[in-house]
T-cell receptor
Framework: KQEVTQIPAALSVPEGENLVLNCSFTDSAIYNLQWFRQDPGKGLTSLLLIQSSQREQTSGRLNASLDKSSGRSTLYIAASQPGDSATYLC?????????????FGTGTRLQVTL | AAGVIQSPRHLIKEKRETATLKCYPI?????VYWYQQGPGQDPQFLISFYEKMQSDKGSIPDRFSAQQFSDYHSELNMSSLELGDSALYFCASSFSGRADTQYFGPGTRLTVL
């Protein structure tokens, strides 16, 4: 059974800092990995999706990397802003089917202070 | 760009009542997923549909049922509601040919009193 964990559980940084969020998964036979952002009581916003054949993906100030062999992914946020404050979740599909369920990590709650 | 639409956004029910949640996927998406997120928890998969057929099933109680209709919208029916069913219910959709990115709706907050 796939298990996904995220470290740290919570993180507080001053505005402007670069930061790294970590995601680990136990079954390395993944098809892809997706990073989401969730604001309190709100829906999930897809940030980046990395295919298993890719090493990294970039979108603006966000860069996600994937190391399948070690079962790890990182989300790098450059020049953090107060608007980045949210919970960040990584998720992996269970198998290669088109309608594969996602198993979510435990999340990292990020607060960027002024 | 069009997003996943869920209705209603908020729902309050009494114990033992029935609730129906609706999901309208992004146009041309053929796959719908349902997730349940309890307070302080990560989303848990309930059920998914691809081309109107059930594709995968998670920890969905027998009191719940769902289907995907010919226009690809989906409904989650919940009967004999219990206090523990209070949660955020998310619907997500994806396009089978597009690397399986799942796009989530804003969620329906169900409160059972």
């Amino acid at each position: 059974k796939q298990e996904v964990t995220q470290i740290p559980a919570a993180l507080s940084v001053p505005e402007g800092e670069n930061l790294v969020l970590n995601c680990s998964f136990t079954d390395s036979a993944i098809y892809n990995l997706q990073w989401f952002r969730q604001d309190p009581g709100k829906g999930l916003t897809s940030l980046l999706l990395i295919q298993s054949s890719q090493r990294e993906q970039t979108s603006g100030r966000l860069n996600a990397s994937l190391d399948k062999s070690s079962g790890r992914s990182t989300l790098y946020i450059a020049a953090s802003q107060p608007g980045d404050s949210a919970t960040y979740l990584c998720a992996v599909p269970n198998h290669r089917s088109t309608a594969s369920k996602l198993t979510f990590g435990t999340g990292t709650r990020l607060q960027v202070t002024l | 760009a069009a997003g996943v639409i869920q209705s209603p956004r908020h729902l309050i029910k009494e114990k033992r009542e029935t609730a129906t949640l609706k999901c309208y996927p992004i146009p041309r998406h053929d796959t719908v997923y349902w997730y349940q997120q309890g307070p302080g928890q990560d989303p848990q998969f309930l059920i998914s549909f691809y081309e109107k057929m059930q594709s995968d099933k998670g920890s969905i109680p027998d009191r719940f049922s769902a289907q995907q209709f010919s226009d690809y919208h989906s409904e989650l029916n919940m009967s004999s509601l219990e206090l523990g069913d209070s949660a955020l219910y998310f619907c997500a959709s994806s396009f089978s040919g597009r690397a399986d990115t799942q796009y989530f709706g804003p969620g329906t907050r169900l409160t059972v009193l």
